[in-house]
């Protein structure tokens, strides 16, 4: 059991990191191992945010090894010479965490060279690079995680999140979503169930060249939707050959630069609750999630099974 | 339903079998009524009425404070500021009249024996699950597990409800106004379901017994599930049941359509592997 939550603004910009966290903190009980959060602000500049990680949060409870604190040092320098190798320029870097970065960097619009020349430097793992998106992710419930990452304030149009309880792999930030859709800008995606069929649709996928940095089945939605993007298709389409290709239970969401788009299995076995509205779209496993957001009564329902929805920020 | 008599297993007698168990109903002697005691229920006066509000409160502390009152004899309780949170009205087994403004979570009124409840907003997963009597209706939408493993009484829903509605259930009545998902009525072993709307694949899945009655397109139907002739016994009993559970549609019911099990796999353990085959 897992909690997962969307919500789109269609006609503004505002505080979604703060509604976020109201909803995943609400969502708590589906989820203590991590919280994430995917995010897209109102970045209009041309330059690309990177987030990305150089070690594990080794606390109670996560499975990640104890690493010397100055290694962190170490990567990040290679972190900033590999960029410059890739022919980026860093604009600003902000350490985060000891073990995370916030940069900002110019570059050109391949990211699948750079990203490689980064995650190259042991230990180091890309949590998102795009013009708007930020995706931060860490041990501990979405008040700690989002108060340790400083997103309580932070503006844009959309975003999602999930409070992760681990079943089929460990407890650290690897495993825990939202998970980019390496290598394009902008994309990520969010998961509850399981995936049956994921160690030969990782293999397939490995074939052409996709990368997985975890053992987590829900990364396989990101890097299955990356390659059908890659293969040209729109998202919705992407997301409904989805659900033919993908076995297992699951309800998943995803989201781009200015889109939102959720997808439910054919068995339905995965709760989602939605609510529409002219100016806002939310929807979570449970409506207590949506409720943090509008208090008063409103109309809410269930996706049908194999229901595909995008909307438009 | 064509071809289901000329099974091997017919022949046989297998199907003439009587289902033994929990599940089956219990015939009381009515004169042996004031013999019967039921453990923890009070004697309430409808006209007593009080309001609870949930905003502040927890489902036990909700479910504590309404069990109070009906001992103290509240037979009306209007639940204010439910806010979608899960497991309120669990458990009552009263007369009560229970009103709850607004949208209750997962697990709303379940295991009740007996209370009228009426909810204003929408229900989430596994409503009213193994209610045992009494009345329920909702007058939205709800999710998934509507009514699941439900034993006896009359669950309404005036909207569309999410997948395995009826899942298991043993008895009692399910209306449904609007659409129903996959998996409709799977495992159901008695009552009945009444879908007014369209209903999604897999309608009827390996159903014991009982009939599912549907007004809208049906998807596919599951396993075991076949299409039975709708009597005029049976259009009596909807036109009854449909007045009861107050839904304000005009029901063709020249057009319902009846689902009941064709009793294959009733006895899967007893039939030829050709047999098994036919049956799934």
């Known amino acids: 059991m897992c909690g997962i939550a969307g919500l789109i603004h ?26 994430g959060y995917a995010l897209w602000g109102d970045n209009n500049s041309n330059d690309y945010i990177l987030r990305f990680k150089v070690g ?51 570059c050109d619009d391949d990211l699948l060279e750079l990203s490689k020349k980064i995650e190259s430097v042991e230990m180091t793992e890309i949590l998102s690079l795009g013009k708007s998106l930020e995706l931060v992710k860490d041990i501990g419930d979405a008040t700690v995680v989002a108060n340790q990452y400083g997103i309580t304030n932070f503006n844009g149009t959309h975003a999602i999140g999930h409070t992760r309880m681990a079943t089929e792999s460990g407890v650290d930030i690897r495993s825990a979503h939202p998970f980019w859709g390496y290598p394009f800008s902008d994309v990520a995606v969010v998961h509850n169930g399981q995936l049956t069929n994921y160690w030969n649709t990782r293999r397939t996928l490995e074939k052409k060249g996709m990368r997985f940095m975890s053992d987590c089945d829900s990364e396989l939605i990101a890097v299955y939707l ?34 939102l788009g959720m997808a439910k299995d054919y068995m339905a076995a995965k709760p989602m609750v939605l609510y529409e509205s002219d100016k806002l779209v939310a929807l979570a496993s449970e409506e207590v999630a949506i409720r943090s957001l509008l208090p008063h009564e409103i109309d809410t329902y269930d996706p049908f099974e194999g229901e595909v929805k995008v909307w438009q920020a | 339903m064509a071809g289901v008599k000329d099974h091997k297993s017919h022949a046989m007698g297998l199907h ?12 009381f002697d009515p004169e042996e009524e004031e013999n019967f005691f039921y453990f923890n229920s009070y004697e309430v006066d409808f006209n007593k009425r009080t309001t609870v509000d949930a ?27 439910p806010g979608a949170k899960h497991s309120f009205g669990v458990g009552i087994l009263n007369k009560l009249n229970l009103i709850v403004e607004g949208s209750l979570g997962y697990f709303g009124v379940g295991s009740i024996d007996g209370p009228i409840v009426r909810i204003s907003g929408r229900v989430g997963w596994s409503c ?70 369209d209903v999604g694949p897999n309608l009827g899945d390996s159903m014991y ?26 259009r009596a009993w909807l036109k009854r049941k449909l007045k009861v559970s107050e839904i304000d549609k005009k029901v063709d019911l020249s057009k319902m359509k009846k689902i009941v099990s064709g009793k294959k796999l009733w006895n899967y353990d007893n039939l030829e592997p050709t047999e098994r085959k036919d049956a799934l």
């Open chain 1, 226 to 259: 990356a390659n059908k993007i890659r293969d040209g298709y729109d998202l919705d389409d992407g997301m409904r050959q989805s659900l033919d290709d993908l076995d297992g239970v699951f309800t998943y969401l995803v989201a781009t630069k200015d889109k």
């Open chain 2, 55 to 81: 905003k502040d409160l927890d489902c036990v502390q909700v479910n504590k404070k309404i069990n109070n009152l009906i001992k103290k004899g509240y037979g009306t309780i209007v639940l204010k500021n």
């Open chain 2, 16 to 27: 003439e079998e009587v289902l033994a168990g929990r599940t089956q109903q219990v015939f």
């Open chain 1, 56 to 106: 594990e949060n080794v606390k109670e409870g996560s499975s990640a090894k104890n690493e010397d604190i100055s290694v962190y040092d170490e990567r990040k320098e290679l972190v900033n010479s590999e960029i410059q190798n890739a022919g980026a320029t860093i604009i600003e870097e902000k350490r985060v965490t000891p073990y995370s970065f916030r940069y900002i960097i110019s």
């Open chain 2, 128 to 197: 009213a699950e193994n209610m045992m009597a009494g009345k329920v209706v909702i007058e939205k939408n709800a999710g998934s597990c509507f009514g699941a493993a439900i034993r006896g009484g009359d669950l309404i829903c005036k909207g569309s409800v999410g997948a395995r509605t009826g899942i298991d259930m043993k008895g009692g009545t399910i209306v449904v106004g609007g659409d129903a998902g996959i998996f409709t009525g799977f495992m159901m072993q008695r009552g009945r379901i009444i879908i007014l709307g």
């Open chain 1, 10 to 35: 269609r006609d503004k910009s505002t505080n979604i990191g703060g509604e976020m966290l109201n909803m995943l903190q609400s969502l708590k009980h589906r989820g203590p191992d991590s919280t």
């Open chain 2, 209 to 234: 017994d009982g009939t599912i009655f549907v007004g809208g397109n049906i998807k596919s139907c599951g396993a075991d599930a076949v299409e039975g002739e709708v009597t005029e016994l049976d």
